[in-house]
């Protein structure tokens, strides 16, 4: 599969004193069209700031540091400027972020923010762009469009809000769906709607997503890849099954083992000891050293990334049998 999106040593940096620290580090990924990847971290790790990076948006006096490429459909994002850029942003790339409250706006009604987005990006009438907006709205799943396209935020549960910020993110017609911890504020059984949603949308309209989240458990079926973060690096990326079945990072068996379980005898939950550190306050070497069971001497340097089979890396000195390490 050709890649649609392709990440290679993305760098963001923020000024910190008399330096500037990278939270987002070296950052390196791609989706295919028609692909599901998931990126899942603890907050704080840089999952946020990578999609923004992406769209270009990250928050002033933060910048892309130089080196970075970012290419979508092998157009160059870092070399586009005005009105290039405002076709990327909405019309190629299309984004859910994780609190439809605070991205809606409180005095237009759902309808015409759907529409809004319509005309922003395809030369139609006013009319045409509302009965466009009613079917987007039918098509994510609320009842009586019409009715619905009538109210305003406020109106609507949780549940509802989200459908419509990715019905806004669907109204361009984009090429690929970023989803920002999208089930995050809702319940257990609006969190599978959704996300069967996303699931229904990539199929039918041939999306590539990338599904941003802290719970590895809500891509377990949902996603074809997973890349996991820590620090503002890549420390794994692998196949979900594969990953699932074997995880190779001390970080990803420490997110798995949080997880409860619902088959098995009834054990304790297991937390990850401490926090992810500042961007300032990373330590040298292995940025998981301090929290990792499996630390030993070589972690001190910074780890490689290595292969560790088919589609496969791992950050980490356990995968490299020349310095002694302990493949699991």
């Given at each position: 599969?050709?890649?649609?999106?392709?990440?290679?040593?993305?760098?963001?940096?923020?000024?910190?004193?008399?330096?500037?620290?990278?939270?987002?580090?070296?950052?390196s990924f791609s989706i295919a069209r028609g692909e599901t990847v998931a990126l899942v971290g603890e907050s704080g790790s840089g999952k946020s700031l990578t999609s923004l990076a992406l769209l270009r948006l990250v928050?002033?006096?933060?910048r892309i540091e130089t080196g970075a490429s970012l290419r979508l459909g092998g157009a160059d994002l870092l070399a586009l400027e005005g009105e290039g850029l405002r076709q990327v942003r909405g019309r190629r790339i299309?984004?859910?972020?994780?609190?439809?409250?605070?991205?809606?706006?409180?005095?237009?009604?759902?309808?015409?923010?759907?529409?809004?987005?319509?005309?922003?990006?395809?030369?139609?009438?006013?009319?045409?762009?509302?009965?466009?907006?009613?079917?987007?709205?039918?098509?994510?799943?609320?009842?009586?469009?019409?009715?619905?396209?009538?109210?305003?935020?406020?109106?609507?549960?949780?549940?509802?809000?989200?459908?419509?910020?990715?019905?806004?993110?669907?109204?361009?017609?984009?090429?690929?769906?970023?989803?920002?911890?999208?089930?995050?504020?809702?319940?257990?059984?609006?969190?599978?709607?959704?996300?069967?949603?996303?699931?229904?949308?990539?199929?039918?309209?041939?999306?590539?997503?990338?599904?941003?989240?802290?719970?590895?458990?809500?891509?377990?079926?949902?996603?074809?890849?997973?890349?996991?973060?820590?620090?503002?690096?890549?420390?794994?990326?692998?196949?979900?099954?594969?990953?699932?079945?074997?995880?190779?990072?001390?970080?990803?068996?420490?997110?798995?083992?949080?997880?409860?379980?619902?088959?098995?005898?009834?054990?304790?939950?297991?937390?990850?000891?401490?926090?992810?550190?500042?961007?300032?306050?990373?330590?040298?070497?292995?940025?998981?050293?301090?929290?990792?069971?499996?630390?030993?001497?070589?972690?001190?340097?910074?780890?490689?990334?290595?292969?560790?089979?088919?589609?496969?890396?791992?950050?980490?000195?356990?995968?490299?049998?020349?310095?002694?390490?302990?493949?699991?």
């Open positions: 599969m050709s890649a649609l999106l392709e990440v290679q040593d993305l760098r963001v940096s923020f000024p910190a004193g008399s330096r500037r620290v990278q939270p987002v580090d070296g950052v928050p002033a006096p933060g299309g984004m859910v972020f994780q609190d439809p409250m605070t991205s809606l706006n409180p005095v237009l009604t759902v309808g015409d923010q759907v529409a809004e987005t319509i005309r922003a990006h395809f030369p139609v009438s006013g009319a045409e762009a509302r009965q466009r907006a009613k079917a987007l709205l039918g098509e994510v799943g609320l009842g009586d469009p019409a009715a619905r396209a009538r109210q305003y935020p406020h109106q609507l549960s949780g549940g509802m809000r989200q459908r419509v910020m990715i019905a806004i993110a669907l109204a361009a017609e984009p090429e690929l769906l970023i989803a920002d911890e999208p089930t995050s504020a809702l319940d257990v059984t609006v969190q599978a709607q959704i996300l069967e949603l996303l699931d229904r949308l990539r199929r039918a309209r041939h999306l590539a997503v990338l599904l941003i989240t802290h719970d590895l458990g809500v891509v377990a079926d949902r996603a074809d890849r997973v890349l996991v973060m820590y620090a503002g690096k890549i420390v794994e990326q692998a196949p979900t099954a594969a990953l699932f079945a074997a995880p190779a990072h001390p970080y990803t068996r420490g997110l798995l083992a949080s997880l409860p379980r619902l088959r098995g005898p009834r054990q304790p939950l297991l937390a990850i000891p401490g926090n992810v550190p500042e961007a300032a306050q990373w330590p040298e070497g292995c940025r998981f050293r301090p929290r990792c069971p499996d630390a030993f001497g070589s972690c001190a340097g910074d780890p490689p990334m290595i292969a560790i089979g088919p589609a496969r890396t791992a950050l980490c000195w356990l995968h490299d049998p020349s310095v002694g390490g302990r493949p699991r």
